[in-house]
């Protein structure tokens, strides 16, 4: 994909930032994502208190509070003038375009279980639109970076996308949004129909993760649909800067608002594409659901 034809570099454009303020604003989304890391090894295994916050299965730790308070400590330090939406403590507001995204903790119902895979995530966004961003996957020892023209990075290694052109070869990977249990638009179809005709789907729990490893190569390409712009801000801007391709479900470019993304190999982009829009809801009773087939559930998302 040309530079040109990626959402971050039009963010870039826009935003009139030289490539040494860029440089200094990627390191402290660098250094932020890293003092989240921090915090998140810290209390690792080591956690107190587990709470629902509204949504069920949608959990919040002090790891979180102490993970956010760290990074956005952080970002007042180095960028008094930019706004941030985080997580946990909401939207600061400020009269620049640009507006950091923090998820102190992507992979909390992870975490809290001891599986290892979570992350910190501080995207940077232009008027809504991913710019530049870094995570920290501190069970990895891992920190990766990407901004428009400075590539994709993982630890000192550039990063690139697969190259896999075919479904059938493809390594996949998905996730399940927190209504899952109340709609039946809930990524279930989508989730069969994939994993039957690929090497197999993966589903991680950590969307900013998922993204990391598709610009890494690690898996082929992901879709995911009921997002937060704090989920998809840093690791967007990853896959795109890897070479890979980023987009609503329709094709159309890829927006924070929608909570819907797909990226994917420049391969395989399209093959996705048509599987996601070839899959209808599969009846509630299918899997133990009846509830749903009669109305009682949230509408089908356009």
């Known amino acids: 994909m040309s530079l040109s034809a990626t959402r971050c570099s039009q963010a870039l454009a826009g935003s009139g930032l030289s490539l040494t303020e860029i440089e200094r604003l990627l390191d402290v989304a660098r250094r932020a994502a890293e003092s989240g890391g921090v915090q998140l090894k810290a209390h690792f295994g080591r956690l107190e208190q587990v709470r629902e916050k509204g949504r ?23 960028t008094p003038e930019i706004g941030v939406l985080a997580e946990e403590s909401g939207r600061r507001p400020s009269e620049s375009a640009l507006e950091w995204c923090v998820d102190p903790l992507d992979g909390t119902t992870n975490y809290a ?7 910190t995530s501080v995207g940077l966004t232009w008027q809504g639109i991913p710019l530049l961003g870094a995570l920290s996957l501190p ?8 901004a428009p023209g400075l590539g994709s990075w993982c630890n000192g290694r550039r990063l690139a996308v697969s190259d896999c052109q075919q479904l059938a070869d493809a390594l996949l990977a998905t996730g399940f ?4 249990q109340q709609r039946l638009d809930n990524n279930y179809a989508e989730f069969a129909w994939f994993t039957h005709r690929s090497h197999g789907v993966r589903r991680a729990g950590a969307a ?35 070479g890979g391709v980023v987009s ?7 927006d924070l608002a929608s909570g819907r993304v797909v990226a994917a190999a420049p391969g395989l982009h399209g093959q996705v594409l048509a599987g996601l ?3 209808r809801p599969l009846a509630g009773s299918s899997y133990g659901a009846p509830e749903l087939d009669a109305g009682r559930g949230a509408p089908i998302a356009p």
């Open 56 to 78: 069920n299965g949608d959990l919040v730790t002090e790891a979180d509070l102490a993970a956010e308070a760290a990074v956005l400590g952080l970002l007042q330090a180095g």
């Open 248 to 254: 609503g479900y329709d094709g159309s470019p890829a």
């Open 113 to 119: 279980h001891g599986f290892p895979v979570f992350a």
């Open 208 to 242: 900013a993760v998922d993204l990391a490893f598709v610009a890494s190569g690690k898996v082929d390409a992901y879709w995911e649909r009921g997002l937060a712009p704090w989920d998809l801000a840093a690791g967007m801007v990853l896959v795109e800067e890897a």
């Open 177 to 180: 949004a927190y209504d899952r």
């Open 139 to 146: 069970a990895f020892d891992e920190v990766y970076w990407a």
């Open 277 to 279: 829009a070839a899959c």
